[in-house]
C-alpha cells in the first residue's frame, strides 16, 4: 500500500471532518463501560504470522507462495469455514503475469447480513524503502506487511469454529496487493479488484467489510484512515469505540491519519463500505511503521501485545453486530 498526498482542499476538508469525529467517538467511548467479553489469544495470532514467515517471502509466482497459500486453505478449512478460491493471471505493472490466488472463507454462508473481514497475504518482491540501497530488489518478509493481519484472521477463524457466531462472517485473503509502483494508483491491490469484479458470490454486498493491514507491529498506533472515514465513519467510530472501552484508546488514536491506497479503496469503489485498520504515524513524514517495504519487516518488530489490541476489537465488533 502506500500514502497519497491529498490536495491542500482536501486535506482541510479532514481537518474539519477530524474535529466532529474525535467529539462524536470521544463520547461514545466514554459512555460504554460494558464490553463482551470475546476469545482471542494474541499468542496464537503470533504462532500464525511467524508460520506465514516461515515459508519465506509469499511473493507471487515463487514455491513459498504456493506452499504458504495451500496451508492458509487447509487452515481456514480446519476451523470449519466454507473456502472458495480464485486462481487468476493478473497483469502487474511492469508487465509480470502473476499467478494470484484470492482465498474467501465463509461462516453462515446463507445468512444474509454479513461482514467481510480481510487483509493481504502477498509479499512485496522489493524492499525498496530498505535505508541500504543494495537491499532494495530483496523481497521483504512482510511479517507485519501482509502477515499480521491474516494471523489475526487465521485466529478469529480459530475462535469462530469453537464459538460459532450468529451473523455470517467472510474471511477474505486477497493477493497480488503490494506489486504496485509509485504513483500509479491502479498497480495496488489487484487481487481486491479482480475480487469485486468476480464475486465468487452473485450480489455479494457484504454490510461492512473491515481490512487489517501492518496490524503488529511494535509501538504501533491506528489513526482514523481518511477514506474509511469517507464511506464508512459509524464503522469505524464502533471500532475506535470498543478498542477505547477496552482499554486500547492509546493504541487506536481517535484523530484523523493519512489517506491511504490499499484494498478497501477498491471495495468502497464498488459500493461496500470498510474500514482500513492500518499503523500510521501522523507526525511522521512517512506514516508507516519504520520497517515498512524494508528488510526488517520481519518477526523481530511483532509485538503480541499490537495482535491483541487489533483482534479483540474487531472480535467484539463481530460479535456486537
Ligand atoms: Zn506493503
Not at 509480470?96 to 444474509?112: H, K, M
Request: aromatic share 10%; glycine share 8%; charged share 20%.
Amino acid at each position: 500500500m502506500q500514502k497519497i498526498i491529498l490536495s491542500l482542499a482536501a486535506f482541510l476538508f479532514l481537518a474539519a471532518c477530524g474535529s466532529k469525529g474525535n467529539a462524536a467517538a470521544g463520547e461514545s467511548a466514554s459512555d460504554d463501560t460494558t464490553h463482551i467479553v470475546v476469545g482471542f489469544d494474541a499468542d496464537s495470532a503470533y504462532s500464525y504470522v511467524k508460520r506465514q514467515v516461515d515459508f519465506g517471502p509469499r511473493v507471487p509466482n515463487t514455491p513459498s507462495h504456493k506452499a504458504c497459500g495451500d496451508w492458509l486453505v487447509a487452515e481456514l478449512e480446519r476451523h470449519g469455514a466454507s473456502v472458495t478460491q480464485q486462481n487468476a493471471s493478473l497483469k502487474a505493472f511492469d508487465g509480470t503475469a502473476l499467478s494470484a490466488r484470492n482465498i474467501f472463507a465463509q461462516y453462515n454462508p446463507d445468512v444474509e447480513n454479513r461482514i467481510l473481514l480481510l487483509a493481504h497475504w502477498d509479499c512485496r518482491p522489493w524492499a525498496d524503502q530498505d535505508p541500504d540501497p543494495a537491499k532494495h530488489k530483496f523481497p521483504v518478509d512482510g511479517a507485519n506487511d501482509g502477515a499480521s493481519g491474516v494471523g489475526v484472521l487465521l485466529e478469529i477463524a480459530r475462535q469462530l469454529k469453537a464459538n460459532p457466531p450468529q451473523t455470517g462472517i467472510d474471511i477474505l485473503f486477497v493477493d497480488a496487493e503490494d506489486w504496485g509502483t509509485d504513483g500509479d494508483e491502479e498497480s495496488w491491490a489487484l487481487g481486491t479488484r479482480y475480487f469485486v469484479e468476480n464475486p465468487p458470490v452473485k450480489d455479494y454486498f457484504p454490510v461492512s467489510a473491515i481490512l487489517l493491514d501492518m496490524v503488529g507491529g511494535k509501538g504501533a498506533k491506528f489513526c482514523r484512515e481518511y477514506f474509511s472515514e469517507q464511506a464508512a465513519p459509524r464503522v469505524a467510530q464502533a471500532l475506535w469505540g470498543i478498542a477505547a472501552s477496552r482499554g486500547y484508546g492509546d493504541i487506536f488514536l481517535n484523530q484523523l491519519g493519512g489517506a491511504i491506497t490499499d484494498d478497501h479503496v477498491q471495495l468502497i469503489k464498488h459500493g461496500i463500505p470498510a474500514v482500513d485498520i492500518i499503523e500510521y504515524h501522523p507526525e511522521d513524514n512517512v506514516g508507516f511503521n519504520p520497517n515498512w517495504h524494508t528488510t526488517s519487516d520481519n518477526m523481530e518488530g511483532i509485538d503480541p501485545a499490537t495482535l491483541r489490541a487489533v483482534g479483540e476489537t474487531v472480535m467484539e465488533y463481530i460479535r456486537s453486530n
